[in-house]
Protein backbone atom coordinates (compact mmCIF):
# COMPACT_ATOMS: atom_id res chain seq x y z
CA UNK A 1 0.00 0.00 0.00
CA UNK A 2 2.95 2.06 0.30
CA UNK A 3 3.80 2.37 -3.10
CA UNK A 4 -0.10 3.58 -3.79
CA UNK A 5 0.55 6.61 -1.37
CA UNK A 6 3.50 7.98 -2.48
CA UNK A 7 2.15 8.09 -5.82
CA UNK A 8 -0.86 9.82 -4.60
CA UNK A 9 1.29 12.17 -3.60
CA UNK A 10 3.07 12.08 -6.89
CA UNK A 11 0.23 13.59 -8.02
CA UNK A 12 -0.96 15.97 -5.79
CA UNK A 13 2.72 17.65 -6.91
CA UNK A 14 2.22 17.15 -10.34
CA UNK A 15 -1.54 19.02 -9.74
CA UNK A 16 0.64 21.65 -7.70
CA UNK A 17 3.24 22.39 -11.15
CA UNK A 18 -0.11 23.04 -13.06
CA UNK A 19 -2.35 24.60 -10.33
CA UNK A 20 -5.14 24.95 -12.36
CA UNK A 21 -6.57 21.37 -11.87
CA UNK A 22 -9.25 20.80 -9.05
CA UNK A 23 -7.77 18.83 -6.16
CA UNK A 24 -10.70 16.33 -6.05
CA UNK A 25 -9.99 14.32 -9.12
CA UNK A 26 -6.69 13.14 -8.28
CA UNK A 27 -7.38 11.57 -5.10
CA UNK A 28 -8.75 8.65 -7.76
CA UNK A 29 -5.10 7.88 -9.04
CA UNK A 30 -2.57 5.79 -8.30
CA UNK A 31 -0.63 3.73 -10.80
CA UNK A 32 -2.59 0.80 -10.94
CA UNK A 33 -5.46 2.38 -11.88
CA UNK A 34 -3.41 3.37 -15.24
CA UNK A 35 -2.34 0.06 -15.42
CA UNK A 36 -6.14 -0.72 -15.64
CA UNK A 37 -6.68 2.09 -18.43
CA UNK A 38 -4.43 0.45 -20.33
CA UNK A 39 -6.34 -2.98 -19.86
CA UNK A 40 -9.46 -1.49 -20.28
CA UNK A 41 -8.80 0.87 -23.57
CA UNK A 42 -7.53 -2.24 -25.24
CA UNK A 43 -3.77 -1.43 -25.44
CA UNK A 44 -3.08 -4.74 -24.48
CA UNK A 45 -4.53 -6.18 -27.88
CA UNK A 46 -1.56 -4.71 -29.69
CA UNK A 47 1.21 -3.80 -26.96
CA UNK A 48 2.40 -5.39 -23.50
CA UNK A 49 4.38 -3.64 -20.50
CA UNK A 50 6.84 -5.59 -19.83
CA UNK A 51 6.32 -9.00 -21.48
CA UNK A 52 2.83 -8.84 -20.66
CA UNK A 53 0.26 -8.12 -23.22
CA UNK A 54 0.10 -8.11 -26.86
CA UNK A 55 2.97 -8.67 -29.41
CA UNK A 56 1.26 -7.14 -32.21
CA UNK A 57 3.58 -3.56 -31.54
CA UNK A 58 6.27 -2.81 -29.00
CA UNK A 59 6.67 -3.42 -25.38
CA UNK A 60 5.79 -0.11 -23.90
CA UNK A 61 7.23 -0.72 -20.97
CA UNK A 62 10.53 -1.75 -22.28
CA UNK A 63 13.61 0.03 -20.78
CA UNK A 64 14.42 2.09 -23.85
CA UNK A 65 11.05 3.79 -23.71
CA UNK A 66 11.64 6.71 -22.17
CA UNK A 67 8.82 10.11 -22.47
CA UNK A 68 7.39 12.46 -20.45
CA UNK A 69 3.92 13.88 -21.11
CA UNK A 70 5.42 15.62 -24.42
CA UNK A 71 6.79 12.38 -26.08
CA UNK A 72 4.51 10.45 -24.82
CA UNK A 73 1.63 12.96 -26.64
CA UNK A 74 4.22 13.06 -29.55
CA UNK A 75 4.32 9.55 -29.74
CA UNK A 76 0.44 9.23 -29.77
CA UNK A 77 0.29 11.76 -32.36
CA UNK A 78 2.67 10.61 -34.65
CA UNK A 79 1.27 6.65 -34.88
CA UNK A 80 -2.19 7.83 -34.19
CA UNK A 81 -2.82 6.65 -37.88
CA UNK A 82 -0.96 3.47 -38.13
CA UNK A 83 -2.53 2.90 -34.68
CA UNK A 84 -5.96 3.15 -36.41
CA UNK A 85 -5.23 1.08 -39.28
CA UNK A 86 -4.21 -2.03 -37.23
CA UNK A 87 -7.36 -1.37 -35.00
CA UNK A 88 -9.27 -1.39 -38.20
CA UNK A 89 -7.56 -4.50 -39.31
CA UNK A 90 -7.98 -5.94 -36.12
CA UNK A 91 -11.64 -4.98 -35.84
CA UNK A 92 -10.72 -3.00 -32.52
CA UNK A 93 -12.84 0.46 -31.76
CA UNK A 94 -10.32 2.65 -31.15
CA UNK A 95 -10.95 4.07 -27.33
CA UNK A 96 -11.70 7.47 -26.54
CA UNK A 97 -10.08 9.07 -23.13
CA UNK A 98 -12.07 11.39 -20.91
CA UNK A 99 -8.83 13.57 -19.49
CA UNK A 100 -8.86 11.25 -16.40
CA UNK A 101 -8.25 8.49 -17.97
CA UNK A 102 -5.35 10.03 -20.51
CA UNK A 103 -4.08 11.37 -17.27
CA UNK A 104 -3.90 7.43 -15.14
CA UNK A 105 -2.41 6.52 -18.27
CA UNK A 106 0.24 8.43 -19.20
CA UNK A 107 1.51 8.52 -15.35
CA UNK A 108 1.91 5.29 -15.81
CA UNK A 109 3.59 4.91 -18.55
CA UNK A 110 5.78 7.03 -17.09
CA UNK A 111 6.32 5.69 -13.72
CA UNK A 112 7.25 2.23 -15.24
CA UNK A 113 10.82 3.07 -16.19
CA UNK A 114 11.42 4.56 -13.01
CA UNK A 115 11.72 1.02 -11.43
CA UNK A 116 14.33 -0.98 -11.39
CA UNK A 117 15.31 -3.82 -13.71
CA UNK A 118 15.79 -6.73 -11.72
CA UNK A 119 19.98 -6.82 -11.59
CA UNK A 120 22.51 -8.97 -12.84
CA UNK A 121 24.27 -11.10 -9.85
CA UNK A 122 27.32 -12.28 -12.55
CA UNK A 123 27.75 -8.64 -13.29
CA UNK A 124 27.17 -7.61 -9.56
CA UNK A 125 30.38 -10.07 -8.54
CA UNK A 126 32.16 -8.68 -11.25
CA UNK A 127 31.78 -5.16 -10.39
CA UNK A 128 32.94 -5.27 -7.17
CA UNK A 129 36.52 -5.98 -8.70
CA UNK A 130 36.41 -3.63 -11.78
CA UNK A 131 35.24 -0.93 -9.13
CA UNK A 132 37.65 -1.29 -6.83
CA UNK A 133 35.76 -1.83 -3.52
CA UNK A 134 37.85 -4.89 -2.62
CA UNK A 135 40.74 -2.58 -1.84
CA UNK A 136 39.12 -1.96 1.30
CA UNK A 137 35.98 -4.55 1.66
CA UNK A 138 35.66 -7.84 2.54
CA UNK A 139 33.23 -9.82 0.73
CA UNK A 140 33.36 -13.95 1.61
CA UNK A 141 36.71 -14.47 1.71
CA UNK A 142 38.20 -11.92 -0.72
CA UNK A 143 39.17 -8.44 0.01
CA UNK A 144 40.85 -5.84 2.70
CA UNK A 145 38.89 -4.75 5.47
CA UNK A 146 39.59 -1.12 5.51
CA UNK A 147 35.80 -0.62 5.62
CA UNK A 148 33.25 -2.72 7.35
CA UNK A 149 32.42 -5.92 5.56
CA UNK A 150 29.76 -5.71 2.77
CA UNK A 151 28.19 -9.46 2.93
CA UNK A 152 26.37 -8.34 5.99
CA UNK A 153 24.15 -5.51 5.16
CA UNK A 154 20.90 -5.31 6.25
CA UNK A 155 18.27 -8.63 4.29
CA UNK A 156 16.18 -6.00 3.16
CA UNK A 157 18.84 -3.72 1.56
CA UNK A 158 17.82 -2.29 -1.95
CA UNK A 159 19.78 -0.44 -4.59
CA UNK A 160 18.77 2.54 -3.39
CA UNK A 161 19.56 1.71 0.56
CA UNK A 162 22.99 0.62 -1.01
CA UNK A 163 23.30 4.15 -2.47
CA UNK A 164 22.44 6.22 0.13
CA UNK A 165 24.05 4.18 2.07
CA UNK A 166 27.58 4.98 0.45
CA UNK A 167 26.56 8.61 -0.42
CA UNK A 168 26.21 8.61 3.86
CA UNK A 169 29.92 7.03 3.87
CA UNK A 170 31.17 9.34 1.13
CA UNK A 171 33.72 11.74 2.85
CA UNK A 172 34.96 9.21 4.91
CA UNK A 173 35.54 6.88 1.70
CA UNK A 174 37.01 9.35 -0.09
CA UNK A 175 39.86 10.31 2.72
CA UNK A 176 40.28 6.68 2.34
CA UNK A 177 40.46 6.63 -1.49
CA UNK A 178 42.70 9.73 -1.52
CA UNK A 179 45.27 8.28 1.00
CA UNK A 180 45.11 4.67 -0.87
CA UNK A 181 45.92 6.91 -4.25
CA UNK A 182 42.48 5.44 -5.31
CA UNK A 183 39.66 6.80 -7.80
CA UNK A 184 36.44 7.72 -6.89
CA UNK A 185 34.30 4.64 -8.16
CA UNK A 186 31.93 5.67 -11.04
CA UNK A 187 28.45 4.08 -11.63
CA UNK A 188 26.15 3.66 -14.34
CA UNK A 189 23.05 2.32 -16.44
CA UNK A 190 22.75 -0.70 -13.77
CA UNK A 191 25.67 -0.97 -11.70
CA UNK A 192 24.17 -0.33 -8.52
CA UNK A 193 21.43 -2.53 -9.16
CA UNK A 194 23.89 -5.21 -10.33
CA UNK A 195 26.20 -4.94 -7.18
CA UNK A 196 22.92 -4.87 -4.31
CA UNK A 197 21.85 -7.95 -6.07
CA UNK A 198 24.59 -9.93 -5.93
CA UNK A 199 25.61 -8.59 -2.03
CA UNK A 200 21.61 -10.12 -1.47
CA UNK A 201 22.28 -13.13 -2.50
CA UNK A 202 25.18 -13.92 0.28
CA UNK A 203 22.59 -13.23 2.58
CA UNK A 204 20.12 -16.70 2.66
CA UNK A 205 17.21 -14.83 3.81
CA UNK A 206 17.09 -11.94 1.63
CA UNK A 207 13.57 -11.29 0.41
CA UNK A 208 13.77 -10.45 -3.20
CA UNK A 209 10.23 -8.42 -3.00
CA UNK A 210 11.57 -5.73 -1.17
CA UNK A 211 13.28 -4.78 -4.38
CA UNK A 212 10.76 -2.96 -5.77
CA UNK A 213 9.73 -0.86 -2.55
CA UNK A 214 8.52 2.64 -1.85
CA UNK A 215 9.53 5.10 -5.38
CA UNK A 216 9.93 8.00 -2.96
CA UNK A 217 7.50 10.77 -2.11
CA UNK A 218 7.88 13.59 -4.32
CA UNK A 219 6.50 16.53 -2.26
CA UNK A 220 9.11 15.73 0.36
CA UNK A 221 11.52 15.47 -2.14
CA UNK A 222 11.17 19.06 -2.61
CA UNK A 223 11.83 20.44 1.25
CA UNK A 224 14.56 17.94 1.40
CA UNK A 225 16.23 19.90 -1.83
CA UNK A 226 16.22 22.68 0.38
CA UNK A 227 17.03 21.48 3.94
CA UNK A 228 20.22 19.19 2.09
CA UNK A 229 21.63 21.92 1.34
CA UNK A 230 21.93 21.23 -2.59
CA UNK A 231 20.46 24.82 -3.31
CA UNK A 232 23.44 26.29 -2.20
CA UNK A 233 24.78 25.35 -5.32
CA UNK A 234 22.30 24.38 -7.48
CA UNK A 235 18.82 26.17 -8.37
CA UNK A 236 15.90 24.14 -8.80
CA UNK A 237 12.57 25.77 -10.55
CA UNK A 238 13.56 28.89 -10.36
CA UNK A 239 14.97 28.97 -6.41
CA UNK A 240 18.60 28.64 -5.35
CA UNK A 241 22.32 29.72 -6.40
CA UNK A 242 23.45 29.39 -10.01
CA UNK A 243 27.02 27.99 -9.18
CA UNK A 244 26.56 24.96 -10.44
CA UNK A 245 23.69 23.60 -13.12
CA UNK A 246 20.17 23.85 -12.94
CA UNK A 247 18.76 20.33 -11.66
CA UNK A 248 15.25 21.14 -13.96
CA UNK A 249 17.76 20.96 -16.91
CA UNK A 250 18.96 17.66 -16.38
CA UNK A 251 16.95 14.88 -18.34
CA UNK A 252 16.27 12.67 -15.93
CA UNK A 253 15.50 9.64 -18.71
CA UNK A 254 16.58 7.80 -16.01
CA UNK A 255 15.24 4.44 -13.24
CA UNK A 256 15.70 5.65 -9.88
CA UNK A 257 19.00 3.83 -9.28
CA UNK A 258 20.46 5.45 -12.16
CA UNK A 259 20.01 8.61 -10.96
CA UNK A 260 21.14 7.74 -7.64
CA UNK A 261 24.71 6.60 -9.50
CA UNK A 262 24.57 10.17 -11.02
CA UNK A 263 24.36 11.63 -7.97
CA UNK A 264 26.96 9.56 -6.57
CA UNK A 265 29.18 10.28 -9.42
CA UNK A 266 29.28 13.90 -8.75
CA UNK A 267 29.82 13.47 -4.83
CA UNK A 268 33.48 13.77 -5.58
CA UNK A 269 33.44 17.03 -6.83
CA UNK A 270 30.75 17.89 -4.19
CA UNK A 271 32.98 16.97 -1.52
CA UNK A 272 35.56 19.22 -2.38
CA UNK A 273 33.79 22.13 -3.63
CA UNK A 274 31.86 21.76 -0.34
CA UNK A 275 35.06 21.38 2.12
CA UNK A 276 36.15 24.86 0.56
CA UNK A 277 32.60 26.48 1.26
CA UNK A 278 32.46 25.13 4.68
CA UNK A 279 29.52 22.94 4.34
CA UNK A 280 28.48 19.37 5.92
CA UNK A 281 27.99 16.70 3.81
CA UNK A 282 24.24 16.02 3.76
CA UNK A 283 23.81 12.34 4.96
CA UNK A 284 19.96 11.07 4.04
CA UNK A 285 18.33 8.60 6.54
CA UNK A 286 15.34 6.31 6.05
CA UNK A 287 13.47 6.76 2.54
CA UNK A 288 15.19 10.56 1.97
CA UNK A 289 17.10 9.70 -0.93
CA UNK A 290 14.32 8.38 -2.63
CA UNK A 291 12.04 10.79 -1.95
CA UNK A 292 14.81 13.61 -3.16
CA UNK A 293 15.08 11.42 -6.13
CA UNK A 294 11.63 10.75 -6.89
CA UNK A 295 11.22 14.97 -6.98
CA UNK A 296 13.43 15.58 -9.45
CA UNK A 297 11.89 12.57 -11.60
CA UNK A 298 8.89 13.91 -11.57
CA UNK A 299 9.63 17.66 -12.34
CA UNK A 300 10.42 15.97 -15.82
CA UNK A 301 7.11 14.73 -16.28
CA UNK A 302 5.96 18.48 -17.29
CA UNK A 303 9.27 20.01 -17.89
CA UNK A 304 8.06 23.43 -19.88
CA UNK A 305 10.29 25.37 -21.78
CA UNK A 306 7.99 25.74 -25.01
CA UNK A 307 8.03 28.56 -27.01
CA UNK A 308 4.81 30.09 -27.34
CA UNK A 309 6.33 32.12 -31.17
CA UNK A 310 7.80 29.16 -32.25
CA UNK A 311 4.16 27.25 -31.34
CA UNK A 312 2.63 29.64 -33.62
CA UNK A 313 4.92 29.07 -36.32
CA UNK A 314 4.75 25.22 -36.07
CA UNK A 315 0.70 25.96 -35.97
CA UNK A 316 0.86 27.41 -39.59
CA UNK A 317 4.09 25.47 -41.10
CA UNK A 318 2.58 21.96 -39.93
CA UNK A 319 -1.09 23.07 -41.80
CA UNK A 320 -2.66 23.04 -38.42
CA UNK A 321 -3.80 26.61 -38.93
CA UNK A 322 -5.59 25.69 -42.33
CA UNK A 323 -7.99 24.00 -40.52
CA UNK A 324 -8.48 25.83 -36.93
CA UNK A 325 -9.01 29.21 -38.06
CA UNK A 326 -11.75 31.61 -37.79
CA UNK A 327 -11.98 32.16 -40.98
CA UNK A 328 -12.08 28.45 -42.35
CA UNK A 329 -15.54 27.59 -42.61
CA UNK A 330 -15.25 24.75 -45.04
CA UNK A 331 -16.64 21.52 -44.59
CA UNK A 332 -13.07 20.07 -43.24
CA UNK A 333 -12.77 23.13 -41.60
CA UNK A 334 -12.30 21.67 -37.33
CA UNK A 335 -12.69 24.39 -34.32
CA UNK A 336 -11.03 27.79 -34.14
CA UNK A 337 -8.58 27.32 -31.41
CA UNK A 338 -11.32 30.03 -29.26
CA UNK A 339 -13.40 26.99 -29.21
CA UNK A 340 -10.69 24.19 -27.96
CA UNK A 341 -11.68 23.10 -24.95
CA UNK A 342 -9.41 24.59 -21.96
CA UNK A 343 -5.99 23.15 -21.90
CA UNK A 344 -5.30 23.09 -18.01
CA UNK A 345 -2.30 20.68 -18.82
CA UNK A 346 -0.27 19.01 -21.59
CA UNK A 347 -2.32 15.72 -20.83
CA UNK A 348 -5.78 17.54 -21.92
CA UNK A 349 -4.17 18.73 -24.94
CA UNK A 350 -3.22 14.62 -25.58
CA UNK A 351 -6.31 13.73 -24.81
CA UNK A 352 -8.56 15.98 -27.49
CA UNK A 353 -5.88 15.00 -29.80
CA UNK A 354 -6.00 11.44 -29.36
CA UNK A 355 -10.14 11.85 -29.45
CA UNK A 356 -10.41 14.10 -32.67
CA UNK A 357 -7.12 12.36 -34.22
CA UNK A 358 -9.74 10.00 -36.36
CA UNK A 359 -11.50 13.07 -37.90
CA UNK A 360 -8.83 15.03 -38.46
CA UNK A 361 -7.33 12.16 -40.43
CA UNK A 362 -10.32 11.86 -42.54
CA UNK A 363 -10.47 15.56 -43.34
CA UNK A 364 -6.96 15.70 -44.10
CA UNK A 365 -7.18 12.71 -46.22
CA UNK A 366 -10.07 14.97 -48.16
CA UNK A 367 -7.26 17.69 -48.41
CA UNK A 368 -4.74 15.94 -49.30
CA UNK A 369 -2.80 16.77 -46.66
CA UNK A 370 0.17 14.28 -44.69
CA UNK A 371 -0.46 13.47 -41.24
CA UNK A 372 2.08 16.04 -39.71
CA UNK A 373 4.97 14.26 -37.64
CA UNK A 374 5.14 15.99 -34.46
CA UNK A 375 8.36 16.25 -32.37
CA UNK A 376 8.47 16.02 -28.29
CA UNK A 377 8.97 19.67 -28.44
CA UNK A 378 6.86 20.77 -31.77
CA UNK A 379 4.09 19.72 -29.26
CA UNK A 380 5.37 21.65 -25.99
CA UNK A 381 5.57 24.44 -28.41
CA UNK A 382 2.18 24.08 -29.50
CA UNK A 383 1.10 23.29 -26.16
CA UNK A 384 2.41 26.75 -25.12
CA UNK A 385 1.01 28.55 -28.06
CA UNK A 386 -2.47 27.51 -27.99
CA UNK A 387 -2.83 28.19 -23.65
CA UNK A 388 -1.43 31.38 -24.70
CA UNK A 389 -3.61 31.95 -27.52
CA UNK A 390 -6.87 30.65 -24.98
CA UNK A 391 -5.75 32.87 -22.41
CA UNK A 392 -5.34 36.03 -24.48
CA UNK A 393 -8.80 35.19 -26.43
CA UNK A 394 -10.24 35.15 -22.83
CA UNK A 395 -12.11 31.51 -23.36
CA UNK A 396 -9.68 29.86 -21.17
C1 LIG B 1 -4.51 -2.48 -32.87
C2 LIG B 1 -3.22 -2.42 -32.31
C3 LIG B 1 -2.87 -1.27 -31.39
C4 LIG B 1 -3.58 -0.82 -30.30
C5 LIG B 1 -4.92 -1.33 -29.79
C6 LIG B 1 -2.80 0.23 -29.72
N1 LIG B 1 -1.65 0.42 -30.42
FE1 LIG B 1 -0.12 1.70 -29.95
N2 LIG B 1 0.86 1.13 -31.62
C7 LIG B 1 0.43 0.19 -32.52
C8 LIG B 1 1.32 0.17 -33.66
C9 LIG B 1 1.20 -0.73 -34.88
C10 LIG B 1 2.32 1.16 -33.37
C11 LIG B 1 3.47 1.59 -34.25
C12 LIG B 1 4.48 0.55 -34.36
C13 LIG B 1 5.63 1.03 -35.21
O1 LIG B 1 5.69 2.21 -35.56
O2 LIG B 1 6.46 0.19 -35.46
C14 LIG B 1 2.00 1.72 -32.09
C15 LIG B 1 2.78 2.69 -31.43
C16 LIG B 1 2.51 3.21 -30.18
C17 LIG B 1 3.36 4.11 -29.45
C18 LIG B 1 4.70 4.64 -29.89
C19 LIG B 1 5.79 3.89 -29.16
C20 LIG B 1 7.18 4.25 -29.57
O3 LIG B 1 8.10 3.74 -28.90
O4 LIG B 1 7.37 5.01 -30.52
C21 LIG B 1 2.75 4.39 -28.26
C22 LIG B 1 3.25 5.31 -27.13
C23 LIG B 1 1.51 3.66 -28.25
N3 LIG B 1 1.40 2.94 -29.42
C24 LIG B 1 0.59 3.67 -27.22
C25 LIG B 1 -0.63 3.05 -27.26
C26 LIG B 1 -1.64 3.18 -26.23
C27 LIG B 1 -1.49 4.03 -24.97
C28 LIG B 1 -2.70 2.43 -26.63
C29 LIG B 1 -4.04 2.30 -25.96
C30 LIG B 1 -4.80 3.52 -25.89
C31 LIG B 1 -2.36 1.81 -27.90
N4 LIG B 1 -1.10 2.21 -28.24
C32 LIG B 1 -3.19 0.95 -28.59
C33 LIG B 1 -0.67 -0.63 -32.41
C34 LIG B 1 -1.66 -0.48 -31.46
C1 LIG C 1 39.47 3.50 -0.34
C2 LIG C 1 38.67 2.61 0.41
C3 LIG C 1 37.28 2.31 -0.04
C4 LIG C 1 36.85 1.94 -1.30
C5 LIG C 1 37.65 1.81 -2.57
C6 LIG C 1 35.42 1.67 -1.18
N1 LIG C 1 35.01 1.89 0.12
FE1 LIG C 1 33.17 1.66 0.86
N2 LIG C 1 33.78 2.28 2.69
C7 LIG C 1 35.07 2.59 3.00
C8 LIG C 1 35.13 3.00 4.40
C9 LIG C 1 36.38 3.43 5.16
C10 LIG C 1 33.81 2.89 4.90
C11 LIG C 1 33.34 3.22 6.28
C12 LIG C 1 33.15 4.72 6.33
C13 LIG C 1 32.71 5.22 7.67
O1 LIG C 1 33.21 4.74 8.68
O2 LIG C 1 31.83 6.11 7.65
C14 LIG C 1 32.98 2.44 3.77
C15 LIG C 1 31.61 2.22 3.86
C16 LIG C 1 30.86 1.63 2.85
C17 LIG C 1 29.50 1.23 2.98
C18 LIG C 1 28.65 1.34 4.23
C19 LIG C 1 28.72 0.00 4.90
C20 LIG C 1 27.98 -0.07 6.19
O3 LIG C 1 27.91 -1.22 6.71
O4 LIG C 1 27.49 0.94 6.71
C21 LIG C 1 29.10 0.68 1.79
C22 LIG C 1 27.73 0.11 1.44
C23 LIG C 1 30.24 0.74 0.92
N3 LIG C 1 31.29 1.33 1.59
C24 LIG C 1 30.23 0.26 -0.37
C25 LIG C 1 31.32 0.35 -1.23
C26 LIG C 1 31.31 -0.14 -2.58
C27 LIG C 1 30.12 -0.82 -3.26
C28 LIG C 1 32.52 0.14 -3.11
C29 LIG C 1 32.99 -0.08 -4.52
C30 LIG C 1 32.22 0.59 -5.54
C31 LIG C 1 33.31 0.81 -2.07
N4 LIG C 1 32.54 0.92 -0.94
C32 LIG C 1 34.61 1.24 -2.22
C33 LIG C 1 36.16 2.58 2.18
C34 LIG C 1 36.12 2.29 0.82
C1 LIG D 1 28.95 22.58 -3.10
C2 LIG D 1 28.20 22.67 -4.32
C3 LIG D 1 27.17 21.57 -4.59
C4 LIG D 1 26.19 21.11 -3.75
C5 LIG D 1 25.88 21.52 -2.32
C6 LIG D 1 25.42 20.14 -4.53
N1 LIG D 1 25.93 20.02 -5.78
FE1 LIG D 1 25.19 18.88 -7.28
N2 LIG D 1 26.65 19.53 -8.54
C7 LIG D 1 27.63 20.45 -8.20
C8 LIG D 1 28.48 20.67 -9.35
C9 LIG D 1 29.69 21.59 -9.41
C10 LIG D 1 27.94 19.87 -10.40
C11 LIG D 1 28.46 19.79 -11.85
C12 LIG D 1 28.74 18.45 -12.28
C13 LIG D 1 29.88 17.82 -11.52
O1 LIG D 1 30.73 18.53 -11.06
O2 LIG D 1 29.91 16.56 -11.48
C14 LIG D 1 26.81 19.17 -9.84
C15 LIG D 1 26.03 18.27 -10.54
C16 LIG D 1 24.89 17.63 -10.05
C17 LIG D 1 24.09 16.68 -10.76
C18 LIG D 1 24.29 16.25 -12.20
C19 LIG D 1 25.32 15.21 -12.29
C20 LIG D 1 25.57 14.85 -13.73
O3 LIG D 1 26.49 14.07 -13.94
O4 LIG D 1 24.87 15.33 -14.64
C21 LIG D 1 23.08 16.27 -9.94
C22 LIG D 1 21.97 15.27 -10.24
C23 LIG D 1 23.28 16.95 -8.69
N3 LIG D 1 24.38 17.77 -8.79
C24 LIG D 1 22.43 16.83 -7.61
C25 LIG D 1 22.66 17.43 -6.38
C26 LIG D 1 21.80 17.24 -5.23
C27 LIG D 1 20.53 16.41 -5.22
C28 LIG D 1 22.33 17.96 -4.22
C29 LIG D 1 21.84 18.05 -2.81
C30 LIG D 1 21.86 16.79 -2.06
C31 LIG D 1 23.53 18.61 -4.74
N4 LIG D 1 23.70 18.26 -6.04
C32 LIG D 1 24.34 19.44 -4.00
C33 LIG D 1 27.79 21.07 -6.99
C34 LIG D 1 27.00 20.88 -5.87
C1 LIG E 1 -7.71 18.83 -42.27
C2 LIG E 1 -8.11 19.69 -41.22
C3 LIG E 1 -7.35 19.63 -39.90
C4 LIG E 1 -6.00 19.76 -39.72
C5 LIG E 1 -4.91 19.92 -40.75
C6 LIG E 1 -5.81 19.71 -38.28
N1 LIG E 1 -7.00 19.56 -37.64
FE1 LIG E 1 -7.29 19.50 -35.65
N2 LIG E 1 -9.28 19.17 -35.94
C7 LIG E 1 -9.90 19.12 -37.17
C8 LIG E 1 -11.29 18.77 -36.97
C9 LIG E 1 -12.31 18.58 -38.06
C10 LIG E 1 -11.46 18.65 -35.58
C11 LIG E 1 -12.73 18.24 -34.85
C12 LIG E 1 -12.77 16.76 -34.95
C13 LIG E 1 -13.90 16.11 -34.23
O1 LIG E 1 -14.89 16.76 -34.02
O2 LIG E 1 -13.70 14.95 -33.83
C14 LIG E 1 -10.17 18.91 -34.96
C15 LIG E 1 -9.96 18.90 -33.59
C16 LIG E 1 -8.77 19.29 -33.00
C17 LIG E 1 -8.57 19.48 -31.59
C18 LIG E 1 -9.63 19.31 -30.53
C19 LIG E 1 -10.28 20.65 -30.31
C20 LIG E 1 -11.34 20.61 -29.24
O3 LIG E 1 -11.07 21.05 -28.13
O4 LIG E 1 -12.43 20.12 -29.53
C21 LIG E 1 -7.27 19.84 -31.40
C22 LIG E 1 -6.58 20.16 -30.08
C23 LIG E 1 -6.65 19.87 -32.70
N3 LIG E 1 -7.57 19.54 -33.64
C24 LIG E 1 -5.32 20.20 -32.90
C25 LIG E 1 -4.71 20.16 -34.15
C26 LIG E 1 -3.30 20.38 -34.36
C27 LIG E 1 -2.28 20.66 -33.27
C28 LIG E 1 -3.09 20.25 -35.71
C29 LIG E 1 -1.77 20.34 -36.45
C30 LIG E 1 -0.73 19.41 -36.03
C31 LIG E 1 -4.38 19.97 -36.33
N4 LIG E 1 -5.33 19.92 -35.35
C32 LIG E 1 -4.56 19.81 -37.67
C33 LIG E 1 -9.33 19.33 -38.40
C34 LIG E 1 -7.97 19.49 -38.60
Not at 2 to 9: G, L, P
Not at 15 to 34: C, D, H, I, M, R
Not at 303 to 327: I, M, P, Q, W, Y
Not at 359 to 381: S, V
Request: glycine residues 8%; contains cysteine; charged residues 25%.
Amino acid sequence: MKINISIFVMILLLSYNYAVTAQEELFALNPLEGRQVFKNKGCQNCHAIRGQGGKVAMDLGRNEYYGNAFDLAADLWNHSPIMQEVMAEMNIKRPVFEEDEMKQLMLYLYYLRYLNKTGNVLKGKKLLSEKGCYNCHKVRDIGNEIGPRLDKLPTHVSPLFMAQTMWNHGPEMADKMHELNLPWPKFENDDIVDLTNYLRILRKDAQPEEMYTNPGNPQKGKELIKSKGCLNCHTVQGQGSEIAIDLTEIEFNRNVTEMAGLLWNHGERMLVSMKKKKIAWPKFKDEEMGDLISYLYYLDFMESGGNVGRGEELFDNKGCASCHNTKAKTETAGPAISEFESLTSPVKLTQIMWNHAPDMEIKMKKMELDWPELTKNDIEDIYNFLSARKVLTGKN
